[in-house]
C-alpha cells in the first residue's frame, strides 16, 4: 500500500516542508555550527522566527545543540536525513515493482 | 541541500498507448497489478475509488484528472480506510506518451512533505501504516513474480 510513514519520517518531511526551515537549515549545515542570532543575521527572517523553526527542526531529530557561555549553538544531525533517503529509495523501488508488473501485463498477448 | 518531496519514475512498455491507458485506469486490471485484492474507478474528476489488499484492508483515493490517453491521477489516503484529504494523502499521476511503436509510462508521487503532523489520529494511522508496510512490500514482489510467470 502507501509508502512506510514512520513517525520521525513524517515529522521530518514536514519539518522540511517549509521553504524557510530549509534555508534555516541550509545556512546552519554551511556554518557548522551557529545560534540563532547569527543564523537571523545571515537570512531576511526576524531571531524568533528563526528560533520557532529550529525549534521544529530539532523535534524532526535534525539538529545538535550545546551552551557556551550565554549561546546555544545548533549543528545539523545528518541522519534522519540519510534515513528519509533511504525510506524514500524504498517507496521508488515499490513502484519500479509496479510498474514492471504493468509492463509484462502490457506486453503479455 | 536535497529534500526530496517527491518520486520520479518512469518505464518503456512494448504496447499501444491505449492498451497501456487501458491497464491504468480500468479498475480489474489496475486491481491486479497495483493491488492483489481488486479496485474500483470512479474514472472522472471527483470520482472515488478504492484499493484492495488481501492482507491489508482498503485504501481510499479520489480522482483528480483524467486526460485520455496521457494523463491519470488521483490522491491517496496514507493509510487504510480514511479519507483521501489534504494532509492524509499524497498525489499520484500517470502520464503516458506514444514512443515509436511503443508508450513511455512516467509516474509522479508528490506531498510527502505536506502530511499532516498536527492531529493526534495521525499517530495511530502512522503506526498503522507502519505495521502494514512489510506486508505490503511482500505482497507486491510475490505479484510482480506471478506477472513475470
New interface residues.
Partial sequence: ???????EH??L??A??DPTR?AV??AL?ARGEASATAIASQLPVSRPAVVKHLGVLDRAGLLDERRQGREVLFSVRPEP?ESA?RW?A???S??????????????SS | ?Q???R?E???????PIE??WA??TEAE?FG???ADSGAEIDLRPGGAMT?S?EE?GT?RARVERVEPPRLFSYR?????DVEPREGHS?LVEFSLSAEDAG?R?R?V?SG??????SDQE??RQ??D??K??AI??GN??E??GR??A
Avoid: C, Y
Fill in positions: 500500500m502507501l509508502a512506510a510513514r514512520s513517525p513524517v515529522d518531511f514536514a522540511l516542508g530549509r537549515l541550509s549545515a536525513l533517503s524514500l524504498v517507496v521508488a515499490e513502484w519500479d515493482r509496479r510498474l514492471t508488473a504493468l509492463k509484462r501485463l502490457a506486453e | 541541500m529534500i526530496p518531496d518520486i519514475r518512469e518505464v518503456r512498455i512494448d504496447a492498451r497501456v491497464l491504468v486490471h491486479g497489478w497495483f484499493l489488499w491489508h485504501v491517496w489516503a496514507n493509510a487504510v499524497t508508450t509510462v509516474v508521487e510527502f512533505a505536506s502530511l499532516d503532523t495521525r499517530q502512522v503506526d501504516n507502519t502494514g508496510w505490503q512490500l507486491l514482489a505479484h510482480a506477472a513475470l
